[in-house]
């Protein structure tokens, strides 16, 4: 055979995944051993902390709402201070539907409180995803604003300032039922669900679909050079966020047993930036351990100075924005790839 047919044939399979970028490409959605290891912990922390499974499950919400996020800002890009209105969308559809008596079926309450949230989402995105930068920042912060407004309004329905309280939620299978005094079964539920949704997430991210996210977020221009509906994927993306954070604002009202107008609060859509700016956006275990450590240190900081615990939080949020651009998952990949290195060098 001819040197100019050997360099038109085609490379053989073997010879084209060899190649280190094509073995990452092949290889990145596959389980990793130490992906469990957040698991066994959260199972761990079910037996060895009987007494904090309330906080424990605020923890797995916390988690869940974050993750919601960060599919829409970490992965697609789309900056957001109003996500808390999917939250509460999702909390407020849980919560009129058990106070009234009208479906309290703790799943398929879920099912409708995302589909409410994606719906809401749908909606305001093909408006506000129209715009980027600072003006969508301000319209996601409006519409959050617009949805707690309204349900103020409504207090007829929703019970205003006062909220709901006393919510009616059937047991789980009919058998596991939600008790004030004990939260082991709003644990283990909770659990389970942020298993189901972080597993979606996780497929989803991997797809072709979740790349052109990232490609999205990186170089704008040249996915729509390419050809990509971009719009129609954001708008996608920012659906699917919001369903997921329906899922964390129903969670929060059906294991809490009530609803008020906090689930829209600034403070909780602010919040919920702050886990991700701490654990590292764009990463699957970001919203993991940034809800760890926020909601950690926020427990030690205020036991040190009550008044004035939110003082330590903003110091190591500068430190991180100045050290760690993203965030402390961030900080282990630079050291590790340091150590690495030097390992490598010696």
């Given at each position: 055979?001819?040197e100019?047919?050997s360099?038109?044939?085609?490379?053989a399979?073997?010879?084209?995944?060899d190649h280190?970028?094509?073995r990452?490409?092949?290889q990145?959605?596959?389980?990793?051993?130490?992906?469990?290891?957040p698991w066994l912990?959260?199972?761990?922390?079910?037996?060895?902390?009987?007494d904090?499974?309330g906080?424990?499950?605020?923890l797995?919400?916390?988690i869940?709402?974050?993750l919601?996020?960060d599919?829409?800002?970490?992965?697609?890009g789309?900056?957001?201070?109003?996500?808390a209105?999917?939250?509460?969308a999702?909390?407020?559809?849980?919560g009129?539907?058990?106070y009234?008596?009208?479906?309290?079926?703790?799943?398929t309450?879920?099912?409708?409180a995302?589909?409410?949230?994606?719906?809401?989402?749908l909606?305001?995105?093909?408006v506000?995803?129209r715009?980027?930068?600072?003006t969508?920042?301000?319209?996601?912060l409006?519409?959050?604003a617009?949805?707690?407004?309204?349900?103020?309004?409504?207090?007829?329905?929703t019970?205003?300032?006062?909220?709901?309280?006393?919510l009616?939620?059937?047991p789980v299978?009919?058998?596991?039922?939600?008790s004030?005094?004990?939260a082991?079964?709003?644990?283990?539920?909770?659990?389970?669900?942020?298993?189901?949704?972080f597993?979606f997430v996780?497929?989803l991210?991997y797809?072709?679909?979740?790349?052109s996210?990232t490609?999205?977020?990186?170089?704008?221009?040249r996915m729509?050079?390419i050809g990509?509906p971009v719009?129609r994927r954001?708008?996608?993306?920012?659906t699917?966020?919001?369903?997921?954070?329906g899922?964390?604002?129903a969670?929060?009202a059906?294991t809490?047993a009530?609803?008020?107008?906090?689930?829209f609060?600034?403070?909780r859509?602010?919040?919920?930036l702050?886990?991700l700016?701490?654990?590292g956006?764009?990463?699957?275990?970001?919203?993991?351990?940034?809800?760890v450590a926020?909601?950690a240190l926020?427990?030690?900081?205020?036991?040190?100075?009550?008044?004035?615990w939110?003082l330590?939080?903003?110091l190591?949020?500068v430190?991180i924005?100045?050290?760690?651009?993203?965030?402390?998952?961030?900080?282990?990949?630079?050291?590790w790839?340091?150590w690495a290195?030097?390992?490598?060098?010696?």
């Amino acid at each position: 055979m001819s040197e100019a047919a050997s360099r038109t044939e085609p490379a053989a399979p073997a010879a084209r995944t060899d190649h280190p970028a094509a073995r990452v490409l092949t290889q990145r959605h596959r389980f990793r051993s130490w992906e469990l290891l957040p698991w066994l912990a959260a199972i761990g922390f079910y037996f060895a902390f009987p007494d904090y499974l309330g906080f424990g499950t605020a923890l797995l919400i916390a988690i869940l709402f974050a993750l919601s996020l960060d599919l829409a800002l970490g992965y697609a890009g789309i900056i957001t201070l109003g996500h808390a209105a999917f939250f509460g969308a999702g909390a407020y559809t849980v919560g009129m539907l058990a106070y009234y008596d009208i479906w309290t079926e703790p799943i398929t309450s879920l099912v409708i409180a995302a589909v409410v949230a994606a719906l809401i989402g749908l909606l305001s995105g093909l408006v506000l995803l129209r715009t980027k930068g600072l003006t969508l920042l301000m319209l996601t912060l409006c519409t959050m604003a617009l949805l707690q407004e309204g349900a103020n309004m409504a207090h007829d329905y929703t019970g205003g300032f006062d909220g709901l309280p006393s919510l009616t939620i059937a047991p789980v299978f009919g058998v596991f039922e939600f008790s004030p005094l004990y939260a082991n079964t709003q644990y283990l539920y909770s659990l389970v669900v942020l298993l189901l949704c972080f597993l979606f997430v996780r497929t989803l991210v991997y797809s072709p679909f979740g790349q052109s996210l990232t490609g999205i977020r990186e170089n704008l221009l040249r996915m729509h050079a390419i050809g990509s509906p971009v719009r129609r994927r954001l708008i996608i993306c920012y659906t699917i966020s919001a369903a997921l954070a329906g899922i964390a604002g129903a969670l929060w009202a059906q294991t809490n047993a009530y609803v008020n107008l906090s689930a829209f609060d600034l403070d909780r859509a602010a919040t919920v930036l702050i886990i991700l700016i701490l654990g590292g956006h764009g990463r699957l275990y970001g919203a993991f351990v940034g809800a760890v450590a926020y909601l950690a240190l926020e427990h030690f900081l205020a036991r040190i100075y009550p008044t004035a615990w939110q003082l330590g939080l903003g110091l190591l949020l500068v430190l991180i924005a100045l050290f760690a651009r993203n965030g402390i998952l961030g900080l282990g990949e630079v050291l590790w790839r340091r150590w690495a290195a030097r390992r490598a060098a010696s």
